[in-house]
């Protein structure tokens, strides 16, 4: 794949130095794993590479509904070597090593090296599936789901509904119990995982006179049910623009069987945390896609000649280039301050501390910048490659694509500022984040973003809401250049 792929073969450790040198600020640990981390990153750069574009390109999920003898199978299928490289990233203990060292940072790591938004999709699901299950309910499966144990299980979580996208209080998916099982009707629009999942989870309305968010609670739904037959129906795939490596549906729930997962009344609280998990992924994810877009630049800027002269020789490429290294970092900054946080409290259960909150708030603001830091830094690096960059065979192409979806994915923009928002003003955390600024932040900063939302905090509701994007973008500014300047 060499000049399919310029970063083909590169290590993707070793490449860049960023994840080193932010790994070293916020993760105690990190020398007892930096041998394996390393070679991780010669794995990723070789057969997820290939697979993952060869999915894309040439062997995207399709779906048969009926066997031979005309039953009903929704069977999806996926390209076999994906199975392998989903083993092989299992024994490189992406998510069990979550629970074996109560620590999320080993999981985050990889996954930034990884970064392919696809794949990285299926092992985001089963590390949230695994670890919701792993404190809410009994049963040991979470041991398969976070590769713990073999056989390997896969998971989903389906919680959007066409009536409102992101406003899950919305969904009208119904849950109705009968006697030790739950039974669920209704329709979920974005399943990702579909086909491949084992086990879901899955948001319903478990009292239609309990209006919104409040009267959500999470389920467990295995793909099949009690009597061995499929425990839902798979309405059709989606044909998506990229992230083509994990299957993603529209499923319809026919008194489908589901188990409660925790309690009723704390369902909307497991669905943030299963957010804040996924979030996290999204934000780890987004500039993984950005390192890959800087190392194909790289080389071909490398072997590229114009105007007599190979192109990194050029000072404008040369501060393209630049910039989407220092987007690198910024991402990686803000990513793992916030998994830095969300690591200290992650194993408490609803009703969460503020210390919680202060880890939600941090990772809204992280989630939304690395999207923007993600798409910037693939837009440039497509532009160095040209007109080849607007090409189907260009690596380029597909990093941009991927890049993309990272706005949209758990949350858009507007959804993140928003519930940043909530945060802030309902949870206040804002004392918290200058106190543990304090620690690094020069006092003119500290002053210039306390005045700042204090004026904030004079407007209106609806002028709040308006200039709420700015305000996180304010955070995510203070919160890079805090660290940048120590």
């Known amino acids: 794949m060499e000049y399919f792929s310029y970063a083909y073969g590169l290590n993707h450790f070793e490449y860049d130095n960023s994840l080193d040198k932010v790994l070293k600020l916020f993760w105690k640990d990190y020398k007892k794993y930096q041998d394996k981390i390393k070679c991780f990153g010669d794995y990723v750069s070789r057969d997820v590479y290939e697979i993952t574009e060869y999915i894309d390109r040439v062997s995207r999920p399709t779906i048969r509904y009926y066997s031979p003898i005309g039953e009903r199978i929704d069977y999806v299928w996926i390209n076999p070597y994906l199975k392998i490289v989903l083993e092989k990233l299992n024994e490189f203990e992406i998510n069990s090593r979550t629970i ?4 999320l940072f080993y999981h985050y790591a990889l996954g930034y090296l990884l970064a392919d938004a696809g794949l990285y999709c299926i092992i985001t699901l089963n590390h949230q599936t695994g670890i919701m299950l792993y404190k809410y309910h009994k049963s040991e499966i979470y041991k398969n789901l976070l590769g713990v144990e073999k056989p390997y299980y896969y998971g989903g979580t389906w919680l959007t509904e066409t009536y409102g996208g992101s406003d899950l209080g919305s969904n ?9 099982v739950w039974l669920l009707n209704g329709i979920k629009y974005f399943t990702s995982n579909v086909g491949i999942a084992d086990y879901t989870l899955v948001s319903a309305r478990y009292d239609e006179n309990i209006k919104g968010i409040r009267g959500l609670a999470l389920f467990l739904v295995p793909k099949y049910n009690r009597d061995g037959k499929l425990n839902y129906k798979i309405i059709r795939l989606k044909d998506k623009s990229a ?6 549906g529209e499923v319809e729930l026919i008194d489908s069987e589901a188990h409660l997962i925790g309690d009723l ?18 934000s780890i994810g987004a500039i993984g896609i950005a390192l890959k877009s800087y190392i194909e630049a790289m080389e071909f800027s490398k072997r590229r000649k114009a105007f007599g002269d190979y192109l990194i020789n050029f000072p404008l ?27 200290k409290v992650f194993s ?51 990093l941009h694509r991927e890049a993309l979806v990272t706005a949209v994915w758990e949350g858009a923009t507007n959804v993140q500022a928003l519930d940043m928002l909530e945060v802030l003003l309902k949870k206040n955390v804002f004392d918290l984040f200058m106190e543990d600024f304090s620690k690094i932040a020069k006092q003119d900063k500290l002053d210039e973003i306390e005045n700042y939302y204090k004026n904030y905090l004079k407007l209106d509701d609806y002028s709040k809401q308006y200039y709420a994007k700015e305000l996180l973008n304010k955070f995510a500014n203070f919160i890079e250049e805090s660290y940048l300047n120590q």
């Open 100 to 103: 074996l060292d109560n620590s």
């Open 172 to 180: 009208r998916t119904i849950a109705k119990k009968l006697d030790d």
């Open 243 to 248: 992230t083509n490596s994990v299957p993603t």
């Open 265 to 282: 009344e704390n369902g909307i609280y497991y669905i943030l945390e299963m957010l804040t998990y996924s979030r996290l992924d999204n």
């Open 317 to 343: 490429i040369k501060r393209d280039l630049e910039e989407i290294k220092d987007n690198i970092l910024r991402g990686l900054i803000l990513s793992f301050k916030a998994v830095y946080e969300f690591d």
């Open 348 to 398: 408490q259960k609803p009703k969460f501390s503020r210390n919680y909150d202060y880890a939600r708030f941090l990772t809204h603001i992280a989630k939304n910048r690395t999207a923007e830091l993600s798409i910037r830094s693939t837009l440039i690096a497509r532009e160095i490659f040209g007109g080849f960059g607007f090409l189907n065979e260009s690596p380029i192409e597909r």
